[in-house]
């Protein structure tokens, strides 16, 4: 190996380094911003156990319930990034029902789409099957979805389409969000997007989730990217491998202020 190509070797270990400290700093502020959180307001409930109304008991557990499950995603995300970096992740793909992977994500996502008033639509293929791993299926649409709930304003828009194109099924999610700046966008899915950017509520994140999709995606041979407008939303986009059967007959969900609008199949979805 020549000394040119030591070099590089040499700064790509030292960049990949500082981006670990730099991951791992944001990781710490926002465990220990969501800690104090929690602490706090179950402070607050114990404190005034016998004088807390109704109305503030409920408003503090659905606090102190939303920075749990935040802080439980991060902590998933930070798992399946250190197993897939030790290749302790096994890659199983298989036929699966797209709607019912999507069906399962809404159902964890209901409790921060009632606090923000969001109304949040899947138009879907009843049939369409998808070759993929469902961990890492879900892992990658969850953090798509949480990101596009972040990122949107309360009464704000989120939709989701899947449907097969040529080289593929591709599922996008569409929000009319607070939108991106087009360099921004740019280091999204790197290692460059680790950094704690404030929800429209002022919810944190360490840009971890989405360079995991990137890395399940290309686990998959498939696509990810974003379109942006500043002020006008986001829609991040990905397509599978063309490996799916023919889809038929289109279902829509939808949610909004705390109600179900639409629920077929007799699915349940609740909203606290």
């Known amino acids: 190996m020549d000394i040119t190509k030591l070099k590089e070797n040499e700064l790509l270990v030292k960049k990949v380094s500082r981006n670990k400290t730099k991951l791992m700093s944001i990781l710490a502020h926002y465990l220990r911003s969501s800690f104090h959180k929690i602490i706090g307001f179950t402070g607050l409930l114990v404190d005034n156990v016998n004088n807390n109304s109704f109305n503030e008991t409920e408003k503090y557990l659905n606090i102190i319930h939303s920075a749990s499950q935040k802080t439980l995603n991060l902590l998933d995300n ?4 250190v197993r897939f970096q030790t290749t302790e992740i096994t890659f199983k793909p ?16 209901t409790l921060l789409v009632a606090t923000k008033e969001i109304t949040l639509s899947y138009d879907f293929t009843e049939e369409l099957e998808v070759y993929a791993d469902e961990n890492m299926l879900k892992i990658i ?17 989120i939709r989701i389409n ?13 929000d009319t969000g607070i939108g991106i700046e087009t360099q921004k966008a740019k280091k999204f899915f790197t290692n460059q997007a680790y950094s704690n950017t ?11 989730g989405l360079s995991l999709c990137k890395e399940f995606i290309d686990r998959h041979q498939g696509k990810i990217w974003v379109e942006s407008e500043v002020a006008k939303g986001s829609t991040f986009k990905i397509i599978l491998p063309n490996k799916n059967k023919l889809a038929r007959n289109r279902t829509t969900y939808k949610y909004k202020n705390n109600q179900k609008l639409i629920a077929p199949f007799n699915t349940a979805f609740r909203f606290f």
């Open 78 to 81: 930070l798992l399946n990034w």
């Open 94 to 109: 298989d036929f699966l029902s797209l709607s019912d992977v999507i069906s399962d994500i809404l159902d964890l996502e």
């Open 141 to 157: 649409i969850r953090n798509l979805i949480s990101n596009a709930i972040k990122f949107t304003n309360s009464r704000g828009i």
């Open 162 to 174: 899947s449907f097969i194109r040529e080289d593929g099924i591709e599922i996008s999610i569409a």
């Open 198 to 208: 404030l929800g429209t509520h002022n919810e944190e994140g360490s840009g971890l």
